[in-house]
DNA sequence: AATTAGAACAACCGCCGGCAA
DNA sequence: CTTGCCGGCGGTTGTTCTAAT
């Protein structure tokens, strides 16, 4: 096993060779993908099986597509991680032939940058915790106050502060969902499947009974859930209400 | 030609959730 | 219910390549 200290000791790190990915893709070939803690041993590598899976994923695996981004490519996955934030695995899986490694290298060397850049420097307001006067009438309306204060924001995505703005933004949401929806519509993506098993987006999205379960209305929802300044602050640094960059046009 | 900085890619690490014992 | 193992994920680091000086 690998947590005996000795192997521990003779496990290779590093670049992998031709003749170490010959003997990983005949191990594969031979009892098929699984079961990584035994592959080192059957394939008669010096490998942790975690560093056996990922040169497989990776690189051995067929059907991977090596090279440059098509447009189309890049564009998929400006969408998806506007959407899905850096849920790398869900965004490859969508994108044939490319892996999480790939879309994830793709994006910190290529897309991060030039979509960090701001072309005029918008100041996004993000939703903060505020008191209301008691006069306030949101207060005498005796609304939930768990939406005072996020509720205007959740529906209508971030409000910028140069203020000129018009009703697009407002209607920014169901827009580039719909184009979502297109997409699935031609089977590459579906909704239901984009919602991850992990932790985050996946649970925290309700049940979709319908099949399409829209974001404002699920968000609606995550703004009255237990969650922390911090867990709010992360939703919004992933993107998912982030307008300064348009990529729908 | 040599050096250096930045980009691009490959691999590692630590953590998490699922699951079986 | 707890514990340990496994597969999987995202963040980070290391290495190689390339263009600029």
């Known amino acids: 096993m ?22 990983l893709r005949k191990c594969i070939d031979k009892y098929g993908e699984g079961s990584w803690h035994r592959v080192p041993q059957r394939a008669g590598l010096s490998r942790c099986r975690k560093s056996c899976r990922l040169r497989w994923l990776n690189y051995l695996k067929p059907n991977i597509k090596r090279g440059q981004f098509s447009e189309d490519e890049v564009d998929l996955i400006i969408r998806l991680h506007k959407l899905l934030g850096n ?57 939930d106050p768990l939406s005072v204060g996020e509720s205007n924001v959740l529906d ?3 409000i910028e502060e140069d203020g000129d703005e018009d009703d ?8 580039w969902w719909e184009k979502l929806v297109q997409v699935t519509e031609d089977g590459i993506v579906g909704v ?5 098993n992990r932790d985050g987006l996946g649970s925290q999205k309700p049940n979709s009974h319908d099949g399409l379960n829209m974001w404002p209305t699920s968000n609606i929802e995550m703004s009255r859930s237990p969650i ?3 867990e709010q602050h ?16």
Not at 112 to 123: A, C, D, F, M, Q
Not at 168 to 175: H, S
């Open 87 to 143: 849920r790398w695995s869900l965004i490859a899986g969508r994108i044939p032939g490319r892996t999480a490694n790939d879309v994830k290298n793709y994006w910190n060397t290529h897309l991060h940058k030039k979509l960090s850049r701001p072309k005029h420097n918008p100041r996004i307001v993000r939703p903060q915790p505020c008191t209301l006067p008691k006069a306030s009438s949101l207060v005498m309306d005796k609304l």
């Open 168 to 175: 697009d933004d407002a209607n920014a949401i169901p827009r």
């Open 234 to 249: 992360n939703i919004w640094e992933d993107n998912l209400w982030n307008f300064d960059v348009n990529v729908w046009e």
């Open 2 to 23: 690998y947590n005996n200290k000795a192997n521990i000791r003779n496990i290779k790190k590093g670049s992998w060779t031709d003749e170490e990915d010959n003997l």
């Open 156 to 158: 209508n995505g971030p």
């Open 192 to 196: 239901e499947q984009l919602n991850g």
């Open 228 to 230: 922390t300044h911090v």
